[in-house]
C-alpha cells in the first residue's frame, strides 16, 4: 500500500475555518490520502466536497479531552454518522482511567464503539499515551481491544508527539487483531515510514504535504 493511503489528514484546530478546510478537502484529492479527519461541525461539509473521490471522512468525538459525558459522546458519534462520516475516532477518558475506573472506561467505550458497528462503520480509540505509563499504555489498549473498537490511537496530538515505543506497547497487546495510529508530532516522511515499521497501520498528521512531498 503507497504511503497516501495510510494517511488521515487531519486539521482540528480551534481556529479552522470553513476556508480552511475546504483547502483541506481539495490537498487530500490532490495527495490521494485515505481520509480527513475533522470535527463534528465540519463533517456535512467535508462529506459533501470529497463525495466523488474515495476520501473517508473521520469526525472526532469527546475531542480532545474526552471527559465529556457518555451520553454526550454516544450522541455526537451517532450525528458525526448521520452527517456523513465513514469512521470515529473516539477520545477515552483518561481521568477516569487514571482513576484505575476500568469498568467504567470499557462499558463507555463499548457503548460508543458500538454505535459505529451497527452501522458497519470502524472506530478507533485515542487513549493519549503521553500521559500515560508503559503498563498504563497496555491496559488501556487491552480495554480497547476489549471494546471492540477497530483501531488504538494513540493520542490528540495535545500532548508529546507520539513514539516508536508507543506503537511497539500497543503492539505487544493487540498484536494483528485490530490497527495501529499514532498521532501527533508526525511531520516527516522519515517520521511516518519508522512509525509503520514499527506496527502501525494508519499515520494521523496535518503535515500530509510534508510527509509525501
Do not use: W
Not at 471494546?147 to 506503537?167: C, M, R, Y
Amino acid at each position: 500500500m503507497k504511503l497516501s493511503k495510510y494517511i488521515d489528514y487531519s486539521l482540528l484546530k480551534a481556529n479552522a475555518t470553513e476556508s480552511d478546510i475546504k483547502e483541506l478537502c481539495r490537498d487530500a484529492k490532490k495527495l490521494d490520502v485515505h481520509a480527513v479527519c475533522v470535527t463534528p461541525c465540519y463533517v456535512s461539509l467535508c462529506k459533501n466536497l470529497l463525495r466523488d473521490s474515495n476520501i473517508s471522512v473521520i469526525g472526532v468525538v469527546g475531542y480532545p479531552l474526552g471527559q465529556n459525558l457518555t451520553e454526550t459522546k454516544v450522541f455526537e458519534a451517532r450525528k458525526c454518522f448521520i452527517d456523513g462520516a465513514d469512521e470515529i475516532d473516539i477520545v477515552m477518558n483518561v481521568g477516569e482511567f487514571l482513576s484505575k475506573k476500568y469498568d467504567f472506561v470499557l462499558k463507555e467505550l463499548a457503548e460508543i464503539v458500538d454505535v459505529a458497528k451497527n452501522l458497519n462503520k470502524k472506530s478507533k480509540v485515542i487513549i493519549e499515551a503521553s500521559y500515560l505509563s508503559r503498563q498504563e499504555i497496555k491496559k488501556a489498549s487491552l480495554l480497547v481491544l476489549k471494546s471492540g473498537a477497530d483501531f488504538v490511537k494513540t493520542g490528540t496530538g495535545f500532548a508529546s508527539p507520539a513514539t516508536v515505543e508507543q506503537v511497539r506497547l500497543i503492539k505487544s497487546v493487540v498484536r494483528e487483531k485490530i490497527g495501529i495510529k499514532p498521532a501527533g508530532g508526525i511531520k516527516t516522511n522519515q517520521q511516518a515510514m519508522t512509525l509503520i515499521e514499527a506496527g502501525a497501520t494508519r499515520i494521523g498528521t496535518s503535515s500530509a504535504r510534508e510527509i509525501l512531498k
